[in-house]
């Protein structure tokens, strides 16, 4: 018994290879420019912080940069727990909405 291969065969999974490949590289753009959006977004919660916090969590503000370039996907999603600070200016206005 043989087997025949004919090009109608071949074609269609060749094809289906090629979609796939670029779905890939689709893919991996798409999980870089997220990974570039995470690690600015970490980096500008960081530099918000004042130098006494960072000192607390061991971090110079020099820093920053390298220890942010350290962090793994999971570690750059992570999500402040704490609300964020509010301006004593905010605070003062609501004082005086409550005299």
Known sequence: ???????????????KRQRDQSNGLFRRLFR?????????K???????????????IGIYRGDIRR?????????LRMVPLAPAATSAETEYEAYQ???
């Open 1 to 15: 018994m043989s087997i025949y291969i004919t090009r109608q065969m071949i074609d269609p999974a060749s094809r």
């Open 32 to 40: 870089s420019a997220a990974r570039r959006w995470e690690r600015r």
């Open 42 to 56: 970490m980096i500008a919660a960081l530099e918000a912080m004042d130098d006494r916090l960072l000192r607390d």
């Open 67 to 75: 220890v942010v370039d350290g962090l793994d996907d999971r570690e």
């Open 97 to 99: 909405k409550a005299a």
